[in-house]
């Protein structure tokens, strides 16, 4: 059902000159989620001052509403809709902050998730609790009463003037599409509930991306130059191996299935695709594979879990990292398809953000 506007579309009108004692939070809810129907946004107004209490159907919304928290000064936002939602109002915050920005110099807010999108990469990362019960409305009452145990310093991915927790070629991005085709043919009727979260991705991997590549080219040539700072090669447990690797030195050179980095574990559905990803601030883990299908479908349990790491994975520490391969390979950034690309340049942003953990990580 598509959700009605609230009463107010005046994105700049005055917050209530009424003073509380609650630290002011304001929510952000993507209209075109599944998961944000007309019931969520009740349910939220409870606890959330209209005035707060914010929604998007389009970029220049989203924009509009960015203007408003940082006029307002909001310590707080959360999102609601999903990584996309999620990363999208960050690159709009953060682009307003920067040094070509209307409020250049100004600190970016605190961001918290609410579990209302598909993937919740970001929302498993912070433990944002899901959507069974008033689970979304206690973390908004939490953080307006100052009870959210910590906070976590996230690093992004920079690619392309984006940022993103993660972004990859090569089979990942095959895997994205597949779900996508997966959840439009199958994620209908009875089976919509179960095709259109981590069984539809599990089952795009198990019956349509590892079919494939069993008798389809899976692995192509490539190339991984590290960029600037040193690199760190990391074994078996996460920890490094051998020297740092200097700016310019080859990190890969041969045939790969993938390549991909990220700043934080999760690809999406407890999906820990970087299990090594916070070990080491300011840095991305890159992860390259050369794996076959059958090594993947018989592993599949233990590589969603982060707990697989057979030969033909290749796990790095890296600041800044060039990507070439031998033709165009699927990318993705962010979990959104971007087309293919047969070199891609993937970097950590100048920002970092700071996410609510309910965790209680500092």
Request: glycine share 12%.
């Amino acid at each position: 059902m598509l959700v009605q506007p609230l009463r107010s579309t005046d994105f700049r009108r005055s917050p209530s000159a009424l003073p509380s004692a609650e630290p002011k939070v304001a929510v952000l809810l993507n209209a075109n989620a599944r998961k944000v129907d007309a019931r969520v946004v009740k349910l939220l107004s409870h606890v959330v001052p209209e005035e707060d209490l914010f929604l998007s159907r389009s970029p220049l919304d989203a924009r509009r509403i960015a203007q408003t928290v940082l006029e307002r000064g909001y310590p707080t936002v959360f999102t609601g809709g999903g990584d996309g939602t999620f990363m999208g109002f960050v690159n709009e915050v953060l682009q307003q902050v920067g040094p070509r920005g209307k409020f250049a110099g100004q600190a970016a807010p605190r961001f918290g998730i609410l579990k209302l999108g598909t993937g919740n990469g970001i929302a498993a990362f912070v433990n944002a609790s899901s959507t069974r019960g008033d689970g979304i409305l206690n973390d908004v009452v939490r953080a307006r009463a100052s009870e959210v145990p910590g906070t976590r310093r996230m690093d992004l991915v920079q690619v392309d003037g984006q940022r993103a927790p993660f972004a990859g070629l090569g089979v990942d991005g095959k895997v994205l599409n597949d779900y996508i085709a997966v959840k439009e043919t199958l994620g209908k009727g009875m089976f919509k509930r179960v095709m259109s979260g981590g069984g539809g991705y599990f089952s795009a991997v198990a019956f349509k991306t590892v079919p494939h590549y069993l008798t389809s080219s899976v692995s192509v040539e490539c190339e991984v130059i590290n960029g600037a700072g040193e690199a760190f090669r990391l074994g078996a447990d996460g920890h490094e191996v051998g020297a740092p690797l200097a700016p310019g030195a080859t990190l890969y050179r041969g045939k790969l299935m993938m390549a991909a980095a990220g700043t934080m574990p999760f690809y999406g559905y407890g999906f820990r695709m970087f299990p090594y990803a916070n070990d080491r601030r300011g840095y991305l883990q890159l992860r390259l594979g050369q794996v076959s299908p059958t090594q993947v479908l018989a592993n599949l349990p233990r590589l969603w879990n982060g707990r697989w790491a057979p030969e033909g994975l290749h796990d790095f520490h890296a600041k800044d990292v060039t990507i070439r391969f031998a033709k165009p390979m699927p990318f993705q950034i962010g979990g959104d398809a971007a087309g293919y690309r047969e070199q891609v340049t993937l970097s950590v942003a100048p920002e970092s953000i700071e996410l609510l953990d309910f965790n209680g990580v500092q």
